[in-house]
């Protein structure tokens, strides 16, 4: 009896240093790379930028900036799906909604699984083989979150798509930088066509994931962009400040308030903000007024730049 006992424990000691050694080589495997990456802050430019250019220059500009706008949705968000399709996603170029399974009240493109990362790269792998040619910029969101679309094409003024960025708020992960999901991920055309032929190799790109753990669909993108070259890049404002948020408004100004109770707005967030998440519905038609109907009589910021709505868009 004791005998058993004690192959028992030799068992799951075995077994447990076999395990740390598979998540070590995986975890070393994660964070290969063949080149060193020094971590760079993307910054929007200032208006003094804008303002240098000529009218021509900058209704070119503004053109030239084309954004494709994919949400990943679930029939258990069909309140957060009806919110985004009635408010920001109407300001994208074009924007489409990727549904793990057919849902008869809304259109979208279903991707047949539940699992974020498949749904992940079935969306990505879509939107590359039908819009490679006609947008230059992916923005990836969830339902939870609200986007302001003109701040994200003012932030791409200084970015060109023909090379690999990808871009939002950063965070670490052991040593992987990866865009944080929650406050909406952006591809160049140069990063997703890199990603699309990635894609193809499942020692580097694996559709399941890892043997022993899971990592969330972020990082796994991350993981996929890394051999192909591309890193992660935190997005900030001309005064450093993020403009990609992962919580709400609300969030950010208790955070705020309790930080920061003399400078509540300027400690909270930017003027040029692009995301937040973790909003409620009600909270999304409630950010469409502030953003897009609420004026303040004898105030106006005279922005140097348009961003005009594409042709037969009903937007705000």
Known sequence: MISESGSFVKGMMLGGIFCVLVT??????????????????????????????????????????????????????????????????????KAEFYSSERVKVFDSIVLNTDDMWSMMRKAYKFAYEN?????????LAHPTTFAIIENLKYFLLKQDSSQPFYTGRTETSGDLQYVNGDGGIVLSIESLRRLYKVFEDPDKCPEQGGMIWKLSEDKQLAVCLKYTGVHAENAEDSEKKDIFNTKSVGSLIKEAMSIHPDEVVEGCCSDMAITFSGLAPNHM???????????????????????????GSDND
């Open 285 to 311: 038609h409630v950010m469409m007024y502030g953003v897009y109907r609420l004026r303040a009589y004898g105030h106006s910021f005279n922005d140097a730049l348009v961003f005009l709505p594409p042709p």
């Open 24 to 93: 070590l080589l995986g975890h070393i495997k994660m964070g290969h790379s063949t080149t060193s990456h020094e971590h760079r802050h993307l910054q929007a430019p200032k208006k003094e930028d804008v303002l240098n250019l000529s009218e021509d220059e900058r209704l070119e500009l503004s053109q030239s900036i084309r954004v494709y706008c994919i949400i990943l949705v679930k029939p258990k968000d069909l309140g957060h799906w009806a919110a985004v399709k009635d408010t920001w996603s109407k300001h994208c170029d």
């Open 131 to 139: 819009y490679k040619d006609d947008f230059n910029w992916f923005f």
